[in-house]
């Protein structure tokens, strides 16, 4: 069993930065597939990074060079630091963790994680 916790949410204008954080307990991180996902009012969740901190680490397109996912194994923690906010980066963001390494062919796929954290909203202003 893996609890998660989200913060770091907030209000921002366009081109500003916030950093989510997602704390873990129950279980360790380590080696687990560990990614953030969003979802927008209407809109199917969708993923957005997701790492092992291993080997593999992956961005949706549209955040690339934007956001960085990383992980601290020592404090059991997740991070995405989002840089150059945009509007249509405004969703609920959700922590999610399934415990294995990542796999390419499901990394972003919110169905393949088993443990969710309640979530923190981003609103990003024009």
């Known amino acids: 069993q893996v609890q998660l916790v989200e913060s770091g949410g907030g209000s921002v204008q366009a081109g500003g930065s916030l950093r989510l ?27 957005v990074a997701v790492t092992d901190s291993i080997v593999y680490t992956r961005y949706r397109d549209s955040v690339k060079g934007r956001f960085t996912i990383s992980k601290d194994n020592a404090k059991n923690t997740l991070y995405l630091q989002m840089n150059s906010l945009k509007p249509e ?22 169905g393949s994680f088993d443990y969710w954290g309640q979530g923190t909203l981003v609103t990003v202003s024009s």
């Open 89 to 110: 980066d405004t969703a609920m963001y959700y922590c999610a963790v399934v415990t294995r390494s990542c796999d390419s062919r499901w990394a972003l796929d919110s």
């Open 21 to 47: 954080s997602c704390a873990a307990s129950g279980n360790t991180i380590r080696t687990y597939c560990m990614g953030w996902f969003r979802q927008a009012p209407g809109k199917e969740r969708e993923g």
